[in-house]
């Protein structure tokens, strides 16, 4: 199903589907937080997850006061959108003057950090199709190597080329 949802999420970003493929792309590290720490609760292991694959490597550990994308700030986006349907995060929570998720025609553009020495103001700005990426290809990766753990009893059919 891990690879079923990936390939949607592509396809959506193919066909200019930010938002739909943003937001299922931010499913992605609450179902491989469920695989690896069943007993914990929903927020606690979406975090844990993206903090051991992702949020580790999203800071450059040389300035720790640099804003970058935490676990608590893509928790925040993933619950915002989910249940508020927009990308709407708590600015003070996440110690930021300015939130932005930005598209472009670029890929690889992560988006961009700042602190403005004059003022303190905190930006950050995150590009969507980077984030999907990243989300997807560490799902995809995790995926790969606990297969295993992946145990779940349904069937998704595509009957619409069967005579029926």
Known sequence: MIDMIIDE????LD????????????????ICGAIEYPNDRNGSRYKKWYSVYIGKYETDGENDDMP???????YD????????????INLDHQNLNQFELLITNDDMFGGCA???KETGER???????????????????????????????????????YNI
Do not use: W
């Not at 986006?77 to 709407?88: A, D, E, T, W």
């Open 123 to 161: 930006t950050l700005k995150i590009g969507i199709k980077n984030l999907c990426f990243k989300l997807c290809s560490l799902a995809k990766y995790y995926y790969g190597c606990n297969r295993e753990k992946f145990q779940f009893n349904y069937s998704v059919i595509d009957i619409r080329n």
């Open 68 to 74: 970058y994308p935490s676990a608590n700030l893509i």
């Open 77 to 88: 986006l993933r619950c915002s959108l989910v249940h508020n349907g927009n990308p709407f």
């Open 9 to 12: 999420i592509y396809k959506s």
């Open 15 to 30: 066909n200019d589907c930010y938002l739909v493929a943003l937001m299922s792309a931010l499913s992605l590290p609450d």
């Open 114 to 116: 700042s602190i403005c």
